[in-house]
Nanobody, 124 residues
Framework: QVQLVESGGGLVQAGGSLRLSCAAS????????MGWFRQAPGKEREFVAA????????YYADSVKGRFTISRDNAKNTVYLQMNSLKPEDTAVYYC?????????????????WGQGTQVTVSS
């Protein structure tokens, strides 16, 4: 089992920045990758970014490339999502997730454990 605790969400004006954090505990030695997804009201949960735990290879959705940066601190079992140049369309609940298997990380089905979500609201 892996437990995930997210923090860092909030309300920000368009053009502003936020940093999300997600701390993992439990069977962290088995983690292959960590990722972030988001879900806006009435929409499907969508991939935002992911990072492989050992090699640090990163993946991004086209909608956030150049604005968001994912990073990890393996010593702290924590993944971060630095979000810059935020837009109102970035408003969503952001979920941290962990994959224990080597699968394409853009798909929800690749992930085995999920956090409770943190709200990000970007005002225009």
């Amino acid at each position: 089992q892996v437990q995930l605790v997210e923090s860092g969400g909030g309300l920000v004006q368009a053009g502003g920045s936020l940093r999300l954090s997600c701390a993992a505990s439990g069977r962290t030695f088995s983690i292959y990758a960590m990722g972030w997804f988001r879900q806006a009201p009435g929409k499907e949960r969508e991939f935002v970014a992911a990072v492989s735990r050992s090699a640090g290879i990163t993946y991004y959705a086209d909608s956030v490339k150049g604005r968001f940066t994912i990073s990890r601190d393996n010593a702290k079992n924590t993944v971060y999502l630095q979000m810059n140049s935020l837009k109102p369309e970035d408003t969503a609940v952001y979920y941290c997730a962990v994959s224990m298997r080597v699968l394409p990380l853009v798909h929800k089905s690749a992930y085995d454990y999920w956090g409770q979500g943190t709200q990000v609201t970007v005002s225009s």
